[in-house]
């Protein structure tokens, strides 16, 4: 299975500031990649798929990037609603796996 | 708007099977490929495999054994059962539509059940 590595594992940001999650795939994934976010309580919710294919209703300031191994989702300007934990997800070959999360807190 | 709701037993003993239900409305169940994941409290997410309407299914090979994936379209249900639980099988399960819809590439996915809790223990 390809393994996918998400860091950090966690963060402290303020309302208004940039984040950045990287995720790295074992091996090469093409854009069969997917983001989601996670509230505590409740199911993932996906925000963006193909690499950088924002989700129908998901506010611009979240976006994607990447190609091959290494894949970065952005948050342009934190909102409360955003602290959540994230995940990274391939879906290139069987099974679809995820990476282990990243966990974005209140600073 | 497409809406699932797992439901089953909350506790399953250890070495019986798990059966759980995905009853989906908003949307037929036909022409989706539809995914199962769970999660252990406090971890992250596992697909557990997938099934199309037309019963065709993948599964994780680390489940591969234990797994057994069917759909009732009469219902608009999907079905899943686990079977010789342990408590490492303890977990929230989900069920999901894919993204992809009759694709039979793998894809994300778009819209998820709230999530059901199953306990296993002796």
């Known amino acids: 299975a390809i393994r996918m590595t998400q860091s950090p594992s966690s963060l402290s940001a303020s309302t208004g500031d940039r984040v950045t999650i990287t995720c790295r795939a074992s091996?090469?994934?093409?854009?069969?990649l997917a983001w989601y976010q996670q509230k505590p309580g409740r199911a993932p919710k996906l925000l963006i798929y193909?690499?950088?294919t924002l989700q129908s209703g998901v506010p611009s300031r979240f976006s994607g990037s990447g190609s091959g191994t290494d894949f970065t989702l952005t948050i342009s300007c934190l909102q409360s609603e955003d602290f959540a934990t994230y995940y990274c997800?391939?879906?290139?070959?069987?099974?679809?796996?995820f990476g282990q999360g990243t966990k974005v807190e209140i600073k | 708007q497409v809406q699932l709701q797992e439901s089953g037993p909350g506790l399953v003993k250890t070495s019986e099977t798990l059966s759980l239900t995905c009853t989906v409305s908003g949307a037929s169940i036909s022409s989706y490929y539809w995914s199962w994941f769970r999660q252990p409290a406090g971890k992250g997410l596992e697909w557990v495999g997938r099934?199309?309407?037309?019963?065709?299914?993948n599964y994780n090979p680390s489940l591969k054994s234990r797994v057994t994936m069917s759909l009732d379209t009469s219902k608009n249900q999907l079905s899943l059962t686990l079977s010789s639980v342990t408590a490492a099988d303890t977990a929230l399960y989900y069920c999901?539509?894919?993204?992809?819809?009759?694709?039979?590439?793998?894809?994300?996915?778009?819209?998820w059940g709230q999530g059901l809790l199953v306990t296993v223990s002796s």
């Open positions: 999901a539509r894919d993204l992809s819809g009759s694709s039979s590439y793998f894809s994300s996915s778009d819209d």
């Open positions: 997800q391939q879906y290139y070959s069987s099974p679809p796996t």
């Open positions: 091996q090469g994934i093409s854009s069969y």
């Open positions: 193909a690499v950088s």
């Open positions: 099934i199309y309407s037309s019963g065709s299914t």
